[in-house]
């Protein structure tokens, strides 16, 4: 392999004799009963005695005695004319405002906070910041917790950039290489050390990454130490907030989609009887699915735990009403998901009954939702401010329908509520 | 308060008089009650010689296919869990990255069923040395070391590669690679003893039958069933 496609990576080995090549670094993997790539406390022993690192063993088992070879030499990207960017639309005033105002504080090697509304945006937003980093011969990441989210950006990316673009996350295995701007879930980012000049993290609030020291400790590592960090959230939690207070990041407030509209505020209906039992759904919960599908709208319908998918799906197919409806469940750990997904996107599905995978990052055109025992402890009011925020995004069809459905009131949905309302003042 | 070593939650494990009467002290500390439910019990309508769930009382199409080569000659296979998504990424979390301490996740679940299993000797399916040099460790034995004394009387040549990687029909043309030593010095067998083979999963049943069909070469007489984890 040529080596210059691992520039800015780190990589395990397992003997101290190994060969490397000029420019790499090599530390040992586990020091002080810590690991060195994801910052936890080793204590897991295997049967010899030595230690080894559980939290970041999905991409490769660290042995103490290992060691972890780090290429953080200097290397000259090109500095790229327009910085490759070939997207020709345009900002709101106000998109624009927070572009400018990203590019101007990455000048100044300040890190920023962006907190805007579901919809307002982002993606466009990041455009010229990036092309300011590429123009510069610098190197960017775009790094999203979301797998799902990786898939949305990197489209959208090509389409805007002239140049290769890296695409990585777990379920896609290809070998690395040194691309100048990089897409990828934030655990890849354990495989890089001092590698980018800007690192942009893309809905930080949201699972795996919000509060997993980690996935933090390897974000941090993966920058250069006077490289910058943007996050970007519609739900800030409360440890940015406090960076934002302290000073070290400066918080920049987007409260429009870019189509000017509000956000749909959410039905609440309270709910009596169960929603599902062994017998079917709740026949008030089936009215309000069957209203969403009659109204022509694709309807993606929350429900709280993966085994009650199939359930819901098979009451579902049962349903008269929804005899010409073409009907999907999608989870996690679904080997089709991706497709699935796809075919919700096109119009092949109709009604995706899901869990919080997709709460968050995915456009579907027209969508109404549904969200199932919303107030099930799974659901954060972060989640649930997400979820209503897949509703009415395109220009075309600003409004739409999004309903909560629940038995008992609880804190998170009083203040999910109180959030929505709040950004559209 | 412990972690649970799928989740990583902290929880409480649950204690009942019972148990704490009971001689089997470190079961129920490895797995919090949330991870311990995704687990799938086989039930009561199983295959009456492998276990496998099924929907009716009946014999499942592998003993089928088992009873066309063997007869009546068909191995009793004693197992708990259906192998379901959950059990699949536990076992690529333990066998593929390596995450041994896993091996109590395995012990805790399987410790109460195999007490009640009474055998002379407890074979471990013996996994290849390459394997077993990449993990630092043995998937199978370590499992089962702490419940019952093992015998370690399968060898594995090292001539096939790793079952997980294959399709079906891969897996059922795999030919024999287990050795028996009849002379080990560690181990004097009764010729006419009773043998219980462990295993993780038994899928279409390839690994176990060659494994009994080894040791049954040098032990005509013996009693030989197997136990795996999931079916």
Same mark, same amino acid.
């Given at each position: 392999?040529?080596?210059?496609?691992?520039?800015?990576?780190?990589?395990?080995?397992?003997?101290?004799?190994?060969?490397?090549?000029?420019?790499?670094?090599?530390?040992?993997?586990?020091?002080?009963?810590?690991?060195?790539?994801?910052?936890?406390?080793?204590?897991?022993?295997?049967?010899?005695?030595?230690?080894?690192?559980?939290?970041?063993?999905?991409?490769?088992?660290?042995?103490?005695?290992?060691?972890?070879?780090?290429?953080?030499?200097?290397?000259?990207?090109?500095?790229?004319?327009?910085?490759?960017?070939?997207?020709?639309?345009?900002?709101?005033?106000?998109?624009?405002?927070?572009?400018?105002?990203?590019?101007? /504080?990455?000048?100044?090697?300040?890190?920023?906070?962006?907190?805007?509304?579901?919809?307002?945006?982002?993606?466009?937003?990041?455009?010229?910041?990036?092309?300011?980093?590429?123009?510069?011969?610098?190197?960017?990441?775009?790094?999203?917790?979301?797998?799902?989210?990786?898939?949305?950006?990197?489209?959208?990316?090509?389409?805007?950039?002239?140049?290769?673009?890296?695409?990585?996350?777990?379920?896609?295995?290809?070998?690395?290489?040194?691309?100048?701007?990089?897409?990828?879930?934030?655990?890849?980012?354990?495989?890089?050390?001092?590698?980018?000049?800007?690192?942009?993290?893309?809905?930080?609030?949201?699972?795996?990454?919000?509060?997993?020291?980690?996935?933090?400790?390897?974000?941090?590592?993966?920058?250069?130490?006077?490289?910058?960090?943007?996050?970007?959230?519609?739900?800030?939690?409360?440890?940015?907030?406090?960076?934002?207070?302290?000073?070290?990041?400066?918080?920049?407030?987007?409260?429009?989609?870019?189509?000017?509209?509000?956000?749909?505020?959410?039905?609440?209906?309270?709910?009596?009887?169960?929603?599902?039992?062994?017998?079917?759904? /709740?026949?008030?919960?089936?009215?309000?699915?069957?209203?969403?599908?009659?109204?022509?709208?694709?309807?993606?319908?929350?429900?709280?735990?993966?085994?009650?998918?199939?359930?819901?799906?098979?009451?579902?197919?049962?349903?008269?009403?929804?005899?010409?409806?073409?009907?999907?469940?999608?989870?996690?750990?679904?080997?089709?998901?991706?497709?699935?997904?796809?075919?919700?996107?096109?119009?092949?599905?109709?009604?995706?009954?899901?869990?919080?995978?997709?709460?968050?990052?995915?456009?579907?055109?027209?969508?109404?939702?549904?969200?199932?025992?919303?107030?099930?402890?799974?659901?954060?009011?972060?989640?649930?401010?997400?979820?209503?925020?897949?509703?009415?995004?395109?220009?075309?069809?600003?409004?739409?329908?999004?309903?909560?459905?629940?038995?008992?009131?609880?804190?998170?949905?009083?203040?999910?509520?109180?959030?929505?309302?709040?950004?559209?003042? | 308060?412990?972690?649970?070593?799928?989740?990583?939650?902290?929880?409480?494990?649950?204690?009942?008089?019972?148990?704490?009467?009971?001689?089997?002290?470190?079961?129920?500390?490895?797995?919090?009650?949330?991870?311990?439910?995704?687990?799938?019990?086989?039930?009561?309508?199983?295959?009456?010689?492998?276990?496998?769930?099924?929907?009716?009382?009946?014999?499942?199409?592998?003993?089928?296919?088992?009873?066309?080569?063997?007869?009546?000659?068909?191995?009793?296979?004693?197992?708990?869990?259906?192998?379901?998504?959950?059990?699949?990424?536990?076992?690529?979390?333990?066998?593929?990255?390596?995450?041994?301490?896993?091996?109590?996740?395995?012990?805790?679940?399987?410790?109460?069923?195999?007490?009640?299993?009474?055998?002379?000797?407890?074979?471990?399916?013996?996994?290849?040395?390459?394997?077993?040099?990449?993990?630092?460790?043995?998937?199978?034995?370590?499992?089962?070391?702490?419940?019952?004394?093992?015998?370690?009387?399968?060898?594995?040549?090292?001539?096939?590669?790793?079952?997980?990687?294959? /399709?079906?029909?891969?897996?059922?043309?795999?030919?024999?690679?287990?050795?028996?030593?009849?002379?080990?010095?560690?181990?004097?067998?009764?010729?006419?003893?009773?043998?219980?083979?462990?295993?993780?999963?038994?899928?279409?049943?390839?690994?176990?039958?060659?494994?009994?069909?080894?040791?049954?070469?040098?032990?005509?007489?013996?009693?030989?069933?197997?136990?795996?984890?999931?079916?």
């Amino acid at each position: 392999m040529n080596n210059l496609n691992l520039i800015g990576r780190q990589w395990i080995v397992a003997h101290k004799d190994s060969s490397t090549f000029k420019g790499c670094n090599k530390i040992e993997a586990i020091s002080q009963g810590k690991c060195n790539r994801c910052g936890s406390d080793v204590h897991a022993k295997l049967p010899s005695g030595k230690i080894y690192c559980r939290s970041c063993i999905g991409i490769g088992r660290i042995v103490e005695g290992d060691y972890l070879v780090r290429y953080d030499t200097e290397y000259n990207f090109p500095q790229l004319k327009q910085g490759a960017l070939v997207w020709d639309g345009q900002l709101t005033p106000l998109q624009q405002k927070i572009s400018d105002t990203l590019i101007e /504080n990455y000048r100044a090697k300040k890190s920023s906070l962006v907190h805007a509304v579901t919809g307002a945006g982002k993606t466009e937003m990041l455009f010229k910041l990036i092309a300011e980093c590429l123009a510069r011969g610098e190197r960017a990441c775009i790094a999203t917790p979301r797998i799902d989210v990786v898939n949305e950006l990197y489209p959208r990316f090509t389409k805007a950039f002239a140049i290769e673009i890296g695409k990585y996350h777990g379920r896609e295995y290809h070998e690395p290489k040194n691309e100048q701007l990089i897409i990828c879930t934030t655990h890849q980012l354990m495989k890089y050390f001092h590698a980018f000049d800007l690192l942009v993290i893309d809905e930080v609030d949201s699972f795996p990454y919000v509060g997993n020291k980690q996935l933090h400790y390897a974000a941090e590592n993966a920058v250069k130490p006077n490289g910058v960090r943007k996050y970007l959230t519609a739900t800030p939690t409360t440890d940015l907030l406090e960076e934002v207070k302290k000073g070290q990041l400066e918080l920049l407030k987007l409260n429009r989609r870019f189509h000017g509209h509000l956000l749909p505020v959410p039905k609440e209906k309270l709910f009596l009887r169960p929603f599902i039992t062994s017998k079917g759904l /709740n026949k008030v919960l089936v009215k309000e699915i069957i209203n969403v599908i009659k109204a022509g709208h694709p309807l993606l319908l929350f429900v709280p735990r993966v085994d009650e998918i199939s359930d819901y799906l098979r009451f579902l197919k049962k349903i008269p009403e929804l005899k010409q409806v073409s009907i999907a469940g999608v989870h996690a750990s679904d080997l089709h998901r991706l497709e699935k997904v796809q075919d919700f996107r096109v119009g092949k599905t109709q009604l995706l009954v899901t869990t919080t995978i997709l709460e968050r990052g995915v456009t579907f055109k027209h969508v109404w939702v549904i969200v199932v025992a919303a107030d099930d402890q799974i659901y954060t009011s972060h989640s649930l401010v997400q979820i209503a925020g897949r509703v009415g995004r395109a220009k075309s069809d600003p409004t739409g329908m999004i309903m909560y459905c629940y038995h008992k009131y609880t804190k998170n949905l009083r203040l999910a509520m109180k959030q929505i309302r709040e950004m559209n003042k | 308060m412990i972690n649970c070593l799928i989740c990583g939650q902290s929880f409480i494990p649950r204690i009942s008089y019972l148990k704490i009467l009971s001689l089997i002290k470190k079961s129920e500390k490895s797995i919090c009650a949330h991870c311990m439910k995704k687990f799938e019990d086989l039930g009561e309508i199983r295959c009456k010689f492998c276990s496998k769930k099924l929907p009716k009382a009946d014999i499942c199409d592998d003993c089928k296919a088992w009873q066309k080569i063997y007869q009546k000659d068909i191995l009793i296979n004693h197992s708990i869990y259906k192998y379901n998504d959950f059990f699949h990424d536990l076992m690529v979390n333990y066998k593929r990255y390596g995450d041994y301490v896993l091996y109590r996740v395995l012990e805790q679940l399987c410790m109460e069923e195999l007490s009640g299993l009474n055998f002379d000797y407890y074979v471990p399916i013996p996994t290849s040395k390459d394997h077993q040099e990449r993990r630092q460790f043995d998937t199978i034995s370590s499992i089962y070391q702490n419940i019952v004394p093992l015998s370690y009387a399968l060898e594995k040549m090292d001539i096939s590669e790793s079952q997980g990687e294959k /399709n079906r029909i891969e897996r059922l043309a795999t030919p024999q690679s287990f050795l028996v030593e009849k002379d080990n010095e560690k181990f004097q067998y009764k010729d006419e003893g009773s043998f219980l083979l462990l295993d993780d999963i038994y899928t279409t049943g390839r690994t176990l039958y060659h494994a009994r069909d080894a040791l049954r070469s040098v032990f005509p007489k013996a009693k030989i069933e197997s136990f795996s984890i999931c079916r």
